[in-house]
């Protein structure tokens, strides 16, 4: 600002039609009154250039009788235009900053006062904020806008004043005395840099004291990705393939930084925080957790990776927001680029979320750089956040691990072991998930929809319904560094190398993507949906009256009070009654009501909707319903044959379900399981035998129903089995076998009822194939046909005459000989 006449009027126009709408007052300003020498000229600092806070400092100069900055100030022979200067320069046109140079106005105060020993000159750092703190602001918009660490536009600074001006605070600072910075003697040019080191320091902590930490690390990460050796020979390489320039290679791999690194900032965790609090008490009637206390225990001095189960896309939002409200960081998530979509994809961004593509095949310059950022996190200590599913279950089981987050774990760990690495496994239930209507469509066969921004709006049409309950369960942590002992116990003498790849790896991550899943499953919350669904899909017309529902209810939960799952399983309070009634309030059943009480059912809408939250828990009902199976078919059975047939059929349901127990341990938990069902009235024990209840009685439709939770997981083995044994020896391949299993029980679906669309999985038929070639019970010839052990029948439909109806396995059988006749026409 000169001496100009029409500049300085043009300056007071301006800070006039500014104080319209702003309000401002000054903070601190008696301790400042008291250190500043009014005797001595006096120039502001201001961190970085913006008329509209000089402006606000002027305002607040001419309220306090202080000098004001845009007016001309004397120093010994020197005549500065404006007792201002800004610290760090301003962008060009172009948007280029250089942050090397001086302000003008301190290399010539410094040079006078060199010469002059008699001269002094004041420097008072001055900060501006527009709103208030964001540790205390509780409006959501005010604090979207609030100030940050992140680079601010001047769109962004307008809208602030548009929204914050009316609580702008100024504070001025203590006066720095240059002469005794001059008197130091360490010439011109180091007395200039100590300045601004001291002022840049003072502004940094004062900002840190009102808006919190700078832990907004995306301006400085990204141009260091490309420094990384590993980066720079992906850099080099891609110049070689493309033929182009190491520039130009080299603007492809920032491209890709920016693209995936997260803008992190305190302000947006807050206004996340605020506005999901509103949410949550909006939708949800409450949010359980459990188990927070060990990973409070773990988390300090390790680097730890939540690892959750993926059922809703606000698991995102969820899992951060009780982790901030609880006094832990909340992690940087990692995101699938389908959800960068303009305004979602910039605030998730800011709450912690960076980027991946679904794919990284064939663009080796990308999968450097995602490696290197994760690496970056790790070595940094930032927790992280990524979902071994991949994406969310549609079907409401737990998915297959996809094992590439994994894989780059612990590649960075091997590189760098220094900071102990633990995953905390998440399992997040709730009683109404926010998408069921889109899940609804997919079970039914309708295509996976596209995200979009407009989806949004949907949420807010969702709110007329009732949600119920959340909760959020931690599981037993993951220690990296023991899980490699067990798995490559010479693992700590690998060389510590960016591109150093064992080929120990890929086993090693397959088993550890396995024991991630097993730990969510294990710290399962079962709610009262997952159990009214679990008792009504397991009738033929999914209704049953009140009375005999209450029984069912009131059985499961003194099943899973007596035998749990794990120590870190929870289940609801309450009995069958109050279950049923927090279900009818949430609209998920209907009723119909006669003079012997009231019927309670299943309409075919949520009927398709509840497997999903039966899908939820049934690896917990996996092992006693697969006891009770054995009765169906045989009044008795000794306890070698159960274990016998147990230990066959087991591999099988751990695989697709990710049961706890290894079969080592099978044995002590079926005789728990056995007792159970002994002091329930479901079996009799007598002279070494168990035994079933009368057919006609009470306790055998009790123990039918509990046998029909994992009924249809074994009629698909059968299946896939029977197919197999018709088609003959080398006969199929896995792709063609797959193929027929699909079709086979689409059909028998419709001939049998079974509303339940995961009963045609085509993933969970190839999961089984992969099993049985794990198992040795199949093999493939060098043609990929598919081989099977001499005694799969006899064990097939032995094990199959004792967990299946009989007129399951005869409607079977003759669909796969109808599509095994098929099948040898067609090869």
């Given at each position: 600002?000169?001496?100009?006449?029409?500049?300085?009027?043009?300056?007071?126009?301006?800070?006039?039609?500014?104080?319209?709408?702003?309000?401002?007052?000054?903070?601190?300003?008696?301790?400042?009154?008291?250190?500043?020498?009014?005797?001595?000229?006096?120039?502001?600092?201001?961190?970085?250039?913006?008329?509209?806070?000089?402006?606000?400092?002027?305002?607040?100069?001419?309220?306090?009788?202080?000098?004001?900055?845009?007016?001309?100030?004397?120093?010994?022979?020197?005549?500065?235009?404006?007792?201002?200067?800004?610290?760090?320069?301003?962008?060009?046109?172009?948007?280029?900053?250089?942050?090397?140079?001086?302000?003008?106005?301190?290399?010539?105060?410094?040079?006078?006062?060199?010469?002059?020993?008699?001269?002094?000159?004041?420097?008072?750092?001055?900060?501006?904020?527009?709103?208030?703190?964001?540790?205390?602001?509780s409006s959501p918009w005010k604090l979207l806008f609030a100030d940050s660490w992140a680079v601010t536009g001047r769109l962004r600074r307008l809208v602030s004043i548009l929204i914050l001006g009316r609580k702008t605070r100024v504070q001025f600072s203590a006066p720095i005395h240059l002469r005794e910075l001059v008197q130091q003697n360490k010439g011109h040019e180091r007395t200039v840099r100590m300045t601004q080191r001291l002022l840049r320091v003072h502004f940094r902590h004062l900002k840190t004291a009102v808006i919190g930490p700078d832990i907004s690390h995306r301006r400085h990460l990204v141009k260091g990705l490309v420094h990384a050796p590993q980066v720079r020979e992906a850099i080099a390489s891609q110049a070689q393939r493309e033929n182009v320039s190491v520039e130009k290679a080299q603007a492809k791999a920032l491209h890709y930084g920016n693209e995936i690194a997260s803008d992190y900032t305190y302000t947006a965790i807050r206004f996340l925080e605020v506005v999901l609090s509103w949410f949550w008490n909006k939708i949800y009637d409450g949010i359980k957790v459990n188990n927070l206390e060990g990973v409070q225990q773990v988390a300090q001095g390790h680097e730890i990776i939540y690892v959750p189960c993926h059922r809703s896309h606000i698991d995102y939002l969820l899992l951060s927001y009780l982790l901030f409200r609880n006094g832990l960081t909340p992690p940087h998530i990692a995101a699938g680029i389908n959800l960068n979509m303009p305004v979602i994809g910039s605030l998730l961004r800011r709450g912690g979320a960076f980027f991946m593509r679904r794919t990284f095949k064939g663009n080796p310059l990308y999968t450097a750089v995602f490696n290197e950022y994760l690496h970056t996190l790790f070595s940094k200590g930032f927790p992280v956040e990524y979902f071994v599913e991949g994406g969310r279950s549609r079907t409401g089981r737990m998915l297959q691990p996809k094992t590439g987050m994994l894989a780059i774990t612990v590649r960075s760990f091997l590189r760098s072991s220094g900071m102990p690495v633990v995953f905390v496994p998440v399992y997040i239930g709730y009683e109404r998930v926010l998408e069921g209507r889109t899940y609804l469509g997919e079970l039914r066969g309708a295509s996976k929809k596209k995200e979009s921004i407009f989806?949004?709006?949907?949420?807010?049409?969702?709110?007329?319904?009732?949600?119920?309950?959340?909760?959020?369960?931690?599981?037993?942590?993951?220690?990296?560094?023991?899980?490699?002992?067990?798995?490559?116990?010479?693992?700590?003498?690998?060389?510590?190398?960016?591109?150093?790849?064992?080929?120990?790896?890929?086993?090693?991550?397959?088993?550890?993507?396995?024991?991630?899943?097993?730990?969510?499953?294990?710290?399962?919350?079962?709610?009262?949906?997952?159990?009214?669904?679990?008792?009504?899909?397991?009738?033929?017309?999914?209704?049953?009256?009140?009375?005999?529902?209450?029984?069912?209810?009131?059985?499961?939960?003194?099943?899973?009070?007596?035998?749990?799952?794990?120590?870190?399983?929870?289940?609801?309070?309450?009995?069958?009654?109050?279950?049923?009634?927090?279900?009818?309030?949430?609209?998920?059943?209907?009723?119909?009501?006669?003079?012997?009480?009231?019927?309670?059912?299943?309409?075919?809408?949520?009927?398709?909707?509840?497997?999903?939250?039966?899908?939820?828990?049934?690896?917990?009902?996996?092992?006693?319903?697969l006891l009770a199976c054995f009765f169906q078919s045989t009044s008795r059975m000794s306890r070698e044959q159960i274990l016998r047939y147990t230990r066959a059929l087991y591999p099988y349901l751990q695989a697709e379900l990710f049961l706890r127990w290894e079969v080592q341990a099978l044995d002590e938990v079926v005789d728990q399981w056995l007792l159970a069902l002994v002091e329930q009235g479901l079996l009799r024990y007598d002279n070494g035998v168990y035994l079933r209840p009368a057919p006609s009685s009470r306790h055998f439709v009790?123990?039918?129903?509990?046998?029909?939770?994992?009924?249809?997981?074994?009629?698909?083995?059968?299946?896939?089995?029977?197919?197999?044994?018709?088609?003959?020896?080398?006969?199929?391949?896995?792709?063609?076998?797959?193929?027929?299993?699909?079709?086979?029980?689409?059909?028998?679906?419709?001939?049998?009822?079974?509303?339940?669309?995961?009963?045609?999985?085509?993933?969970?038929?190839?999961?089984?194939?992969?099993?049985?070639?794990?198992?040795?019970?199949?093999?493939?010839?060098?043609?990929?046909?598919?081989?099977?052990?001499?005694?799969?029948?006899?064990?097939?439909?032995?094990?199959?005459?004792?967990?299946?109806?009989?007129?399951?396995?005869?409607?079977?059988?003759?669909?796969?000989?109808?599509?095994?006749?098929?099948?040898?026409?067609?090869?």
């Amino acid at each position: 600002m000169g001496p100009s006449p029409l500049r300085r009027m043009l300056f007071g126009g301006l800070r006039r039609l500014l104080y319209v709408w702003v309000r401002s007052e000054t903070i601190n300003q008696s301790s400042f009154n008291l250190e500043l020498d009014r005797r001595r000229p006096v120039f502001y600092a201001l961190p970085s250039p913006s008329l509209s806070e000089l402006a606000v400092l002027d305002h607040e100069c001419s309220k306090a009788g202080l000098p004001r900055p845009v007016l001309p100030v004397a120093v010994g022979g020197l005549m500065e235009p404006a007792a201002f200067f800004y610290l760090t320069p301003g962008p060009d046109w172009l948007g280029r900053q250089d942050k090397r140079g001086a302000p003008p106005a301190l290399e010539r105060l410094v040079s006078v006062l060199g010469e002059d020993a008699a001269q002094d000159a004041q420097i008072i750092p001055v900060s501006v904020f527009w709103g208030q703190s964001p540790a205390s602001e509780s409006s959501p918009w005010k604090l979207l806008f609030a100030d940050s660490w992140a680079v601010t536009g001047r769109l962004r600074r307008l809208v602030s004043i548009l929204i914050l001006g009316r609580k702008t605070r100024v504070q001025f600072s203590a006066p720095i005395h240059l002469r005794e910075l001059v008197q130091q003697n360490k010439g011109h040019e180091r007395t200039v840099r100590m300045t601004q080191r001291l002022l840049r320091v003072h502004f940094r902590h004062l900002k840190t004291a009102v808006i919190g930490p700078d832990i907004s690390h995306r301006r400085h990460l990204v141009k260091g990705l490309v420094h990384a050796p590993q980066v720079r020979e992906a850099i080099a390489s891609q110049a070689q393939r493309e033929n182009v320039s190491v520039e130009k290679a080299q603007a492809k791999a920032l491209h890709y930084g920016n693209e995936i690194a997260s803008d992190y900032t305190y302000t947006a965790i807050r206004f996340l925080e605020v506005v999901l609090s509103w949410f949550w008490n909006k939708i949800y009637d409450g949010i359980k957790v459990n188990n927070l206390e060990g990973v409070q225990q773990v988390a300090q001095g390790h680097e730890i990776i939540y690892v959750p189960c993926h059922r809703s896309h606000i698991d995102y939002l969820l899992l951060s927001y009780l982790l901030f409200r609880n006094g832990l960081t909340p992690p940087h998530i990692a995101a699938g680029i389908n959800l960068n979509m303009p305004v979602i994809g910039s605030l998730l961004r800011r709450g912690g979320a960076f980027f991946m593509r679904r794919t990284f095949k064939g663009n080796p310059l990308y999968t450097a750089v995602f490696n290197e950022y994760l690496h970056t996190l790790f070595s940094k200590g930032f927790p992280v956040e990524y979902f071994v599913e991949g994406g969310r279950s549609r079907t409401g089981r737990m998915l297959q691990p996809k094992t590439g987050m994994l894989a780059i774990t612990v590649r960075s760990f091997l590189r760098s072991s220094g900071m102990p690495v633990v995953f905390v496994p998440v399992y997040i239930g709730y009683e109404r998930v926010l998408e069921g209507r889109t899940y609804l469509g997919e079970l039914r066969g309708a295509s996976k929809k596209k995200e979009s921004i407009f989806d949004i709006f949907k949420v807010f049409g969702a709110l007329k319904q009732r949600f119920g309950q959340v909760a959020v369960n931690f599981g037993e942590p993951i220690r990296l560094a023991q899980f490699l002992d067990g798995q490559q116990p010479g693992w700590r003498d690998q060389p510590q190398a960016a591109d150093f790849k064992p080929a120990w790896l890929n086993a090693a991550t397959q088993q550890l993507g396995l024991s991630v899943a097993r730990r969510i499953n294990e710290a399962a919350a079962i709610n009262p949906v997952n159990l009214v669904a679990t008792a009504l899909l397991a009738t033929s017309r999914l209704a049953l009256d009140e009375r005999a529902l209450t029984r069912v209810l009131d059985l499961y939960l003194g099943l899973l009070r007596q035998v749990p799952y794990s120590p870190h399983t929870t289940l609801p309070e309450g009995d069958g009654k109050a279950l049923i009634d927090h279900v009818l309030g949430m609209n998920l059943l209907s009723e119909q009501s006669d003079a012997l009480g009231r019927i309670l059912y299943l309409d075919e809408q949520h009927a398709v909707l509840m497997t999903y939250y039966r899908n939820n828990v049934l690896h917990i009902f996996a092992l006693p319903s697969l006891l009770a199976c054995f009765f169906q078919s045989t009044s008795r059975m000794s306890r070698e044959q159960i274990l016998r047939y147990t230990r066959a059929l087991y591999p099988y349901l751990q695989a697709e379900l990710f049961l706890r127990w290894e079969v080592q341990a099978l044995d002590e938990v079926v005789d728990q399981w056995l007792l159970a069902l002994v002091e329930q009235g479901l079996l009799r024990y007598d002279n070494g035998v168990y035994l079933r209840p009368a057919p006609s009685s009470r306790h055998f439709v009790l123990l039918t129903l509990l046998s029909r939770a994992i009924a249809q997981t074994l009629q698909r083995f059968y299946m896939a089995t029977s197919l197999l044994l018709n088609s003959g020896q080398d006969s199929l391949d896995a792709q063609a076998l797959e193929n027929l299993c699909v079709v086979m029980a689409q059909r028998l679906s419709i001939l049998h009822g079974l509303n339940a669309p995961e009963f045609f999985d085509k993933s969970l038929f190839r999961h089984f194939i992969q099993t049985l070639l794990e198992q040795g019970v199949l093999r493939r010839n060098e043609d990929g046909r598919l081989g099977y052990h001499p005694a799969l029948g006899e064990l097939a439909e032995g094990a199959a005459k004792r967990v299946l109806p009989a007129e399951i396995r005869l409607s079977i059988r003759q669909v796969a000989l109808h599509r095994g006749d098929e099948a040898e026409v067609v090869i």
